[in-house]
Each structure stands twice: as structure tokens, then as C-alpha cells.
């Protein structure tokens, strides 16, 4: 289990609200972001923390999560001692996994962002889904089930494999569905691929929301071998400050109220063509 804690505060949580597509060109990255509080901003806006003043400073020594422009939701005592959880999975199993490189990406800004990241590496030893074993599952599925339910918010990065969502993921997905683990958890998905994975994004948008899922934020990355360096990591500017305003939209979404998470959840499966339906009703 990788599991890692920032080492500062971001006391300028910036939100990018700004929905727009950006797939004009060969190879460029296809991007929705839908917005959470209605807050407006280029997707540019600067994405760093700005150097820490006194509140800050004793706020990131004491551990307590950073101030968000957010105050719909109370704080409470948890948000006041614990950083949010932002659990992240990369979808293939792949050794130099595109997907894994955008995940990584997406780890640097939501620990630069204040926030706990827990990294589950273990999708290749999750068994084959069988209901028969739901009431006393396999450890590695128990270890998947509970920190998925113990983050507040998850980032999933996934390949596309001849028109869907890797069966990886997709597998581990079907083990949740009986638990309701995913029931009103804000998720972002990531497709790095060929063509910019739009089935296993909208795929993978699918099981998610039908699992109770609010999917708030997705990108594709086309062609990620032209924007990577010979060891797999991102080097293109766009893909990285995609990736990070992905991670942000997710990482807002946790204090968001929940009318707009489902309103924007609502937004995004009917743009990738998903009945909205299916997306769960706020308490
Ligand atoms: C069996 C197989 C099927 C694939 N099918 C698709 C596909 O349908 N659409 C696509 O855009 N890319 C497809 N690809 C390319 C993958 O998306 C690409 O290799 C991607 O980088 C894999 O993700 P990873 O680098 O994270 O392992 C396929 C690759 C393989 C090996």
C-alpha cells in the first residue's frame, strides 16, 4: 500500500470551471471540465501554491487540511484534522503504462494541493469477480473495498482495449457493486491511448454511474508516447496542466455540495452519450 501525505499547504485551492473541449488537433488532448461552484477561470489559472503566509505555515505544521474557497459544506471535526484522501488507480498493468504516467502526474497535484494520495498497485492480483465470494471475499478485494471507501474522492486512469475499458479495472469495479462502495464518491477518469480512449472513457463513465458514482471530470490523452520521455513520464505542458486541472476538478468536488456534484455528473454522462438516468439522487 502506497500511501502518501503532502508536505505543504495549498492555501489557494484554485477551482478551473471552465467546460471546453480542446481536440483540434492531431494528437492534442480531449478535455471536459464541468463546473463545480459555478466559479469562473482559465484553465491556465496558476496552478502553485503561493509561498505560505503565517496562518498557512501553522496550519500545514499542524497537519490540518487547507482552507478551500468552498463553505457550503460545515467543516467538521474530521476536515479540521485529516486531509482528504484522494485514492488513485492506474488501469493497466502495463511496465511503461502511459496511464500510469498520468497518474503520477495527478499525485504531484494533489500532494502540492495538501491532500493525501493512496496509490492502489494492486490490480493485477484482484481475481476475477464471483458473486459466489461477495460475503467473504478474497483479502486483496477486501484491501481494494476499504480504501476505496475510506477516500473521499478517487482518480482512475485505464487504457483502452479494442473499443472498452481495460478488464482490469473493469473487474475490480464489478467487485464493489454489491457494497455500494462507490455510492456518491466524486471520480475523475483518465483514458492515455492511441486515439485518446473516448470508449474507455465513456465505458468506464458508465459502470462508474451505475454504481452511484458521481463522474465529474474526464480526459483523454492521444497519443501519449509523442508527449512522454523515454522513460514514459509526461513531458508536453498541455497534458501535464490537463492532468492537473483533472486532479483539481476531483479534488474540489469533495467539499462541493451535492446538488452539484450530480448536476455535474448529470452534464458529463450526457455528454459522452450515458442515460443520466443512472446517476445517483442526492440524499
Ligand atoms: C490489445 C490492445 C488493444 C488496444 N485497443 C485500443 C483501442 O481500442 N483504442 C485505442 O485508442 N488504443 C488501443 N490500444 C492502444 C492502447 O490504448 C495504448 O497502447 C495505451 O498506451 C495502453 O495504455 P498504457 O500505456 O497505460 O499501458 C490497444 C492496445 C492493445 C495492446
Not at 3 to 8: A, E, K, N, T, Y
Not at 38 to 62: E, F, K, N, Y
Not at 90 to 115: H, K, M, P, T, Y
Amino acid at each position: 500500500m502506497r500511501l502518501r501525505s503532502p508536505g505543504v499547504s495549498h492555501p489557494l485551492l484554485g477551482s478551473v470551471t471552465r467546460r471546453f473541449r480542446n481536440c483540434s488537433e492531431k494528437g492534442s488532448n480531449e478535455v471536459s471540465f464541468f463546473p463545480i461552484l459555478g466559479i469562473s477561470g482559465p484553465a491556465t489559472a496558476p496552478r502553485r501554491p503561493a509561498p505560505l503566509g503565517a496562518v498557512a505555515r501553522v496550519r500545514a505544521q499542524v497537519g490540518m487540511r487547507p482552507p478551500t474557497v468552498h463553505v457550503a459544506t460545515p467543516v467538521n471535526e474530521r476536515e479540521m484534522h485529516t486531509p482528504a484522501r484522494l485514492m488513485l488507480v492506474c488501469g493497466s498493468l502495463q511496465r511503461r503504462s502511459s496511464n500510469r504516467a498520468a497518474v503520477d502526474v495527478a499525485i504531484d497535484e494533489a500532494l502540492a494541493s495538501g491532500f493525501v494520495v493512496d496509490d492502489f498497485d494492486r490490480l493485477g492480483d484482484v481475481p476475477p469477480f464471483d458473486p459466489d465470494l461477495q460475503d467473504v471475499p478474497p483479502p486483496v478485494v477486501v484491501d481494494w473495498k476499504t480504501r476505496i471507501e475510506s477516500s473521499d474522492a478517487v482518480l482512475i486512469a485505464a487504457p483502452e482495449y479494442a473499443g472498452a475499458i481495460a478488464g482490469a479495472i473493469k473487474n475490480a469495479l464489478d467487485w464493489l457493486v454489491g457494497f455500494g462502495s462507490l455510492y456518491r464518491k466524486p471520480v475523475a477518469v483518465i483514458s492515455a491511448g492511441t486515439s485518446g480512449g473516448w470508449f474507455a472513457r465513456q465505458t468506464l463513465a458508465q459502470t462508474l454511474t451505475w454504481q452511484g458514482a458521481y463522474v465529474v471530470a474526464e480526459l483523454g490523452i492521444s497519443a501519449p508516447r509523442t508527449k512522454s520521455d523515454a522513460d514514459g513520464r509526461f513531458t508536453d505542458r498541455d497534458t501535464i496542466e490537463s492532468i492537473h486541472a483533472t486532479a483539481r476538478i476531483v479534488l474540489d468536488a469533495i467539499s462541493a455540495p451535492p446538488a452539484e456534484l450530480a448536476a455535474r455528473a448529470t452534464t458529463l454522462t450526457e455528454a459522452l452519450g450515458i442515460d443520466s438516468g443512472h446517476v445517483a439522487p442526492i440524499a
